[in-house]
């Protein structure tokens, strides 16, 4: 079992960038999936990024592709997602989450961080 908390969100103009941090309890590079989750007011829960484990392949929604980068410091058991050219409809609250068999059920999950972008 893994306990995820989040940090790192805040509020930024259009443009601007944030670097969010998830810091895990337990080491999960070598068997972990690990991905990053929004969801925005009214909407449903998107996933935004996929970690796979071992240093291995990433994955991201269309509307985040080359702006948004997931990654992860071992040494630290922390996942971050780096967001730049920030626009208002990446307006969400920010969850990291975990599993171990690569499917689409996430059992672990972090209490979120919210993330602003103004106009």
């Known amino acids: 079992q893994v306990r995820l908390v989040e940090s790192g969100g805040g509020s930024v103009q259009a443009g601007g960038s944030l670097r969010l941090s998830c810091a895990a309890s337990?080491?999960?590079?070598?068997?972990?999936?690990m991905a990053w989750f929004r969801q925005a007011p009214g909407k449903e829960r998107e996933a935004v990024a996929t970690?796979?484990?071992?240093?291995?392949?990433?994955a991201y929604t269309n509307s985040v592709k080359g702006r948004f980068t997931i990654s992860q410091d071992n040494a630290k058991n922390t996942l971050y997602l780096q967001m730049n050219s920030l626009k208002p409809e990446d307006t969400a609250m920010y969850y990291c989450?975990?599993?171990?068999?690569?499917?689409?059920?996430?059992?672990?999950w972090g209490q979120g961080t919210q993330v602003t972008v103004s106009s």
């Open positions: 989450a975990a599993n171990t068999d690569g499917s689409n059920s996430w059992p672990y």
């Open positions: 337990t080491y999960t590079a070598s068997r972990y999936y």
């Open positions: 970690l796979w484990p071992r240093g291995g392949s990433t």
